[in-house]
């Protein structure tokens, strides 16, 4: 079996790992569009584009299904694609129905990128779900999602500085839960929740987007709680710049997950 994930840079191993919990003997092949990451600030139209020409060479691979690991992605893409794909198209959407359970009261903040946030994705999936329009605070968070794609010396203190700058001042008292709504930002799950002092739960939507790939491919009996990560995995990664340097840190990143490829 041969799954393609794909993001526009480093932030979908994030849900590749997911993945490999539930298909840990899959063939995945990654593909990072580096040379035109961050998608966040980019048109809906580029994205599109790009996201089906990485669709275009998934198949060309002999894919079984695609993930699109990307928030940005699956908003200006999943439908279009949808529309004459072969091989089934997973996407990514925001935890808001997940927060907005676990969660019955108080606020919910989102962060995601510019175009996640003035999506039309987003404004029908804020529409559907009960009270969400009331208790949602979406917060597009330019910039994010480059520090974390840099893997820079100092990006560490670069997220840090950022945080304390751009998303504390929206933190409230009745702040309940905080919505990772960018797969890059799944790396930092946890610098959030400690802004402020208080014990703020992180989510994603991870895990959702692995169970409904095994789904798409007819998996059953899936269990209740996401099994442990392999500790190898068969991972072929394409990158669209900087191939070499983005390989290198993608593995390291899943090292240190424990996963070795």
Request: with cysteine; charged share 20%.
């Amino acid at each position: 079996m041969r799954i393609g994930v794909f993001d526009s840079g480093l932030g979908g191993l994030s849900t590749l790992l997911s993945c490999l919990r539930y298909l840990p003997n899959a063939h995945f092949l990654f593909y990072g569009d580096s040379a035109h990451s961050p998608y966040g600030d980019k048109t809906a139209g580029e994205v599109q584009q790009w996201t089906e020409d990485a669709y275009a060479w998934f198949v060309r691979q002999g894919v079984d299904a695609v993930v699109l690991a990307c928030n940005t992605a699956t908003s200006a893409a999943a439908l279009p694609l949808r529309e004459y794909a072969d091989v089934p198209i997973i996407g990514i959407e925001p935890a808001i129905k997940k927060a907005l359970m676990l969660y019955p009261e108080g606020r919910i903040l989102l962060l995601a990128t510019a175009m996640t946030v003035t999506g039309e994705k987003l404004r029908n999936l804020l529409t559907q779900l009960p009270n969400a329009e009331q208790r949602v605070q979406p917060l597009a968070c330019p910039g994010l999602a480059e520090r974390i794609e840099s893997q820079s010396n100092d990006w560490q203190q670069q997220v840090q500085e950022y945080l304390h700058n751009h998303v504390l001042p929206f933190y409230s008292t009745d702040t309940q839960v905080i919505v990772l709504g960018c797969t890059h930002y799944c790396w930092i799950s946890n610098w959030p929740s400690e802004l402020n002092g208080r014990n703020i739960s992180t989510l994603d939507g991870n895990d959702g987007v692995a169970r409904q790939l095994c789904r798409r491919l007819d998996i059953q009996s899936l269990p209740d709680t996401p099994p442990d990560l392999p500790a190898e995995a068969s991972i072929d990664f394409y990158f669209t710049a900087a191939a070499a340097e983005k390989t290198q840190v993608a593995r390291r990143l899943l090292r240190a997950h424990g996963v070795k490829t």
